[in-house]
């Protein structure tokens, strides 16, 4: 029986994993939705075998069999939420932890810890990954490099090959097979946040990690902050004992939030999507838009920059939100080089194309007709020179 239920699931389509993976044992359990375990440490009478648990698990960073040990190591909550989200990106595991530049931060240490620091890494990423990057803060060094240029940029040391695709904030898509053969045998990382399993399965394409801010469409509702590495086994254990080791780790509340979220992912992210290409198709006809940025996969960010001061329509909008993050079912924007990207130097931060006109806009589930009304109205009068015909920039 448990053998047909395997067969069954390796077949499953995404939206019916995103409903069910993680959930499989309820049913038999007597429950309908997943519970929620809030306890830090477990009781254990034979402390012989306890200890022997421990050591395998210090030892390989395997999960420890029967029942937990301590919330440190492992918590059946956030293992639910790990298992499903490793079914969605096609991986043998997956490890979550307490937001998206902790999963990364315990990467680079894994792979340091091997005495591989060197990281090769294409712009734009993320501003505080780039931060990460070049401050050095956990002993790496970095080499920035386009796409085209990773193999050449490998070094006896390089421990870890780091792309965005699409890329925060200017959505610049990235080859991602291509980039993996070039990888050779180094671990090629792709930051999977704005695509989503729903529009791309990196693992698929030849990546060894894929790293999600759950904070962001996983959750999907602007209330947990979270991050994750999809991965195989043997870097999953890797990355356990750096979390056991450095408390980096994800809060049951936040587990059960996740999985809730994983549920409605597929409906959410094609919504926002639909609202989204609607947007770009006004966006790049209009006047006081200099360029859009849109990938060709789709999804539900949008970048542009604009004719006049991007400021004031940030201070303009009313029905979308103004601030940081992204993925949420409500519309966000954000000024990248003000905010997001901030913290990059000026001059890589225009040579990555984040340009100070350039607004991000996250795409919610509102409907389209209230988010262009708040958009048009936010963009003031219609003066600005008109648009290229370039106006629209796919990828």
Same mark, same amino acid.
């Given at each position: 029986?448990?053998?047909?239920?395997?067969?069954?699931?390796?077949?499953? &389509? #995404?939206?019916?994993?995103?409903?069910?993976? *993680?959930?499989?044992? %309820?049913?038999?359990l007597g429950l309908h939705a997943a519970p929620i375990d809030l306890s830090t440490t477990y009781p254990s009478y034979d402390s012989r075998a306890e200890a022997a648990r421990i050591d395998a698990f210090a030892t390989t960073g395997a999960e420890p069999e029967g029942p937990p040990v301590y919330g440190r190591l492992g918590n059946p909550t956030v293992a639910r939420f790990e298992t499903a989200l490793a079914r969605l990106e096609g991986t043998e595991s997956a490890v979550a932890f307490a937001s998206?530049?902790? &999963? #990364?931060?315990?990467?680079?240490?894994?792979? *340091?810890?091997?005495? %591989?620091?060197?990281?090769?890494?294409?712009?734009?990423?993320?501003?505080?990954s780039d931060h990460l990057l070049t401050a050095g803060l956990l002993g790496s060094e970095v080499t920035f490099t386009d796409p085209a240029g990773v193999a050449d940029a490998l070094r006896p040391d390089t421990g870890l090959v780091l792309v965005e695709s699409p890329a925060n904030p200017t959505l610049a898509e990235v080859d991602l097979r291509a980039v993996a053969h070039a990888c050779g045998s180094v671990p090629l990382l792709v930051d999977n946040t704005f695509a989503t399993p729903v529009l791309q399965r990196p693992a698929e394409h030849g990546a060894r990690l894929v790293l999600h801010s759950a904070t962001k469409y996983l959750g999907g509702h602007g209330d947990v902050l979270a991050g994750v590495v999809a991965c195989d086994e043997e870097f999953a254990g890797r990355l356990r004992q750096v979390r056991f080791a450095t408390g980096g780790v994800l809060h049951p509340l936040a587990g059960y939030l996740l999985l809730r979220g994983l549920s409605t992912l597929p409906v959410r992210v094609r919504a926002a999507s639909a609202?989204?290409?609607?947007?770009?198709?006004?966006?790049?006809?209009?006047?006081?838009?200099?360029?859009?940025?849109?990938?060709?996969?789709?999804?539900?960010?949008?970048?542009?920059?604009?004719?006049?001061?991007?400021?004031?329509?940030?201070?303009?909008?009313?029905?979308?939100?103004p601030a940081v993050s992204l993925g949420s079912v409500d519309s966000l924007i954000q000024h990248p080089a003000s905010i997001s990207h901030r913290i990059v130097d000026a001059d890589d931060r225009r040579d990555a194309g984040v340009g100070d006109r350039l607004l991000r806009l996250s795409v919610g589930l509102e409907d389209v007709e209230d988010l262009w009304a708040d958009l048009d109205a936010a963009l003031g009068e219609r003066t600005a020179t008109p648009a290229r015909p370039e106006a629209l920039a796919q990828g």
């Open positions: 029986m448990e053998l047909g239920m395997d067969m069954r699931r390796t077949t499953r &389509a #995404l939206a019916t994993e995103a409903v069910h993976a *993680g959930r499989d044992d %309820l049913a038999g998206g530049m902790a &999963a #990364l931060s315990a990467v680079l240490l894994v792979r *340091g810890s091997m005495g %591989l620091r060197h990281v090769v890494a294409v712009r734009p990423l993320y501003g505080c609202n989204a290409a609607e947007l770009v198709r006004r966006l790049s006809g209009d006047p006081r838009v200099a360029r859009v940025h849109y990938p060709r996969i789709g999804g539900a960010m949008v970048s542009f920059e604009v004719h006049g001061d991007p400021h004031a329509v940030i201070g303009g909008v009313r029905l979308i939100t």
